[in-house]
């Protein structure tokens, strides 16, 4: 009897691909950049799994001429918004991803722009670099302290509540916005507070909502000049959560003091962007969850999937489990 075949797009954990080979014939993209849609579009031909990364498009148009055999997409990652879903809902494909198990190393990544940004550590170690040392002076350099300061959570799930765990340890005052408000503050010291509110009363405003049409540029200019002109504003979320002109205006002009994003529009941030040219601005290609335990587990979690798709049964982490009704 022939084995099921995989198509991985990249390559992932070593462990977790020779799990996979164990039950399945198994191809994996050799390269970094993601596998052109053209292939993706043969793969899903042939293939009775794939598992993705969020760099992969995976559309409406791409699911409804999948081959009959493909029952399964598993997503190394939490996040699914490269993924019709719906449309493989409506063709009987499982959607799998890899929920929980990078909340902490996001929530410390965070962290570490939050801290650079407000002590300028880039900055500092670009003009060491370049040559560039000032002798010590009260103006030289200098940042923002974090310590008793107000943090203002956007998003209050698992890893705006791991951000606003750390945020203890530095005696800060902690506001979050969410949709549950007022549900999920227990223990954690946070204070439940409208949009505007937020904005307006933080010294560093990080963003942790999923990205939907109600999140698209849910920070725009608007939304900027509410924030005190010494605010930071961090982004490991999505992109298209911030409207990167918007940013580039604020920073330019002093609305706000800085920006650390993880996360760009688009992505990758084109090399002409001027958000570039700015030395108030950090930014990092999308590696909040790089670090090498996490990326293990995830790998791992998405041939859990495959594994149990493949073997007849629901998958452990599905983002679409009306497939199964």
Same mark, same amino acid.
């Given at each position: 009897?022939?084995?099921?075949?995989?198509?991985?797009?990249?390559?992932?954990?070593? /462990?977790?691909?020779?799990?996979?080979?164990?039950?399945? +014939?198994?191809?994996?993209?050799?390269?970094?950049?993601?596998?052109?849609?053209?292939?993706?579009?043969?793969? &899903?031909?042939?293939?009775?799994?794939?598992?993705?990364? =969020?760099?992969?498009?995976?559309?409406?148009?791409?699911?409804?001429?999948?081959?009959?055999?493909?029952?399964?997409? &598993? +997503?190394?990652?939490?996040?699914?918004?490269?993924?019709?879903?719906?449309?493989?809902?409506?063709?009987?494909?499982?959607?799998?991803?890899?929920?929980?198990?990078?909340?902490?190393?996001?929530?410390?990544?965070?962290?570490?722009?939050?801290?650079?940004?407000?002590? %300028?550590?880039?900055? &500092?170690?670009?003009?060491? %670099?370049?040559?560039?040392?000032?002798?010590?002076?009260?103006?030289?350099?200098?940042?923002?302290?974090?310590?008793? /300061?107000?943090?203002?959570?956007?998003?209050?799930?698992?890893?705006? +509540?791991?951000?606003?765990?750390?945020?203890?340890?530095?005696?800060?005052?902690?506001?979050?916005?969410?949709?549950?408000?007022?549900?999920?503050?227990?223990?954690?010291?946070?204070?439940?507070? /409208?949009?505007?509110?937020?904005?307006?009363?933080?010294?560093?405003?990080?963003?942790?909502?999923?990205?939907?049409?109600?999140?698209?540029?849910?920070?725009? %200019?608007?939304?900027? +000049?509410?924030?005190?002109?010494?605010?930071?504003?961090?982004?490991?979320?999505?992109?298209?959560?911030?409207?990167?002109?918007? =940013?580039?205006?604020?920073?330019?002009?002093?609305?706000?003091?800085?920006?650390?994003?993880?996360?760009?529009?688009?992505?990758?941030?084109?090399? /002409?962007?001027?958000?570039?040219?700015?030395?108030?601005?950090?930014?990092?290609?999308?590696?909040?969850?790089?670090?090498?335990?996490?990326?293990?587990?995830?790998?791992?979690?998405?041939?859990?999937?495959?594994?149990?798709?493949?073997?007849?049964?629901?998958?452990?982490?599905?983002?679409?489990?009306?497939?199964?009704?």
């Amino acid at each position: 009897m022939n084995k099921p075949a995989v198509f991985v797009t990249r390559k992932i954990a070593p /462990s977790a691909t020779a799990r996979l080979a164990e039950i399945a +014939q198994v191809e994996v993209w050799p390269h970094e950049d993601p596998p052109p849609y053209t292939l993706l579009q043969e793969r &899903s031909g042939t293939a009775d799994a794939i598992i993705t990364l =969020l760099t992969d498009k995976i559309d409406a148009h791409l699911i409804e001429n999948a081959g009959k055999q493909l029952k399964i997409i &598993s +997503q190394m990652a939490v996040g699914f918004d490269n993924i019709d879903v719906a449309a493989a809902t409506r063709r009987g494909i499982a959607v799998g991803n890899t929920p929980g198990v990078l909340t902490e190393t996001t929530a410390d990544f965070t962290w570490a722009l939050l801290m650079a940004a407000a002590r %300028r550590v880039v900055e &500092s170690d670009k003009e060491v %670099r370049a040559g560039v040392w000032r002798s010590w002076g009260p103006d030289v350099l200098t940042g923002y302290d974090i310590y008793q /300061s107000t943090l203002g959570i956007i998003g209050f799930g698992r890893i705006g +509540q791991a951000v606003a765990r750390r945020a203890n340890g530095f005696d800060m005052r902690i506001l979050y916005n969410d949709p549950d408000c007022g549900k999920v503050e227990a223990g954690l010291g946070a204070e439940c507070a /409208s949009l505007d509110e937020l904005l307006s009363q933080s010294d560093f405003v990080t963003l942790h909502v999923y990205y939907s049409k109600e999140t698209h540029h849910m920070i725009g %200019r608007e939304q900027l +000049q509410m924030m005190k002109p010494t605010a930071i504003l961090i982004n490991t979320a999505r992109g298209p959560v911030v409207e990167p002109e918007a =940013l580039l205006w604020a920073l330019s002009n002093g609305i706000i003091a800085g920006a650390a994003l993880d996360v760009t529009e688009p992505e990758p941030i084109l090399r /002409s962007s001027p958000l570039l040219a700015l030395p108030n601005i950090i930014i990092t290609p999308h590696i909040a969850s790089a670090s090498k335990a996490t990326r293990e587990r995830m790998a791992q979690i998405a041939v859990d999937n495959v594994i149990a798709g493949l073997s007849g049964e629901p998958l452990p982490h599905c983002a679409n489990p009306d497939v199964y009704r």
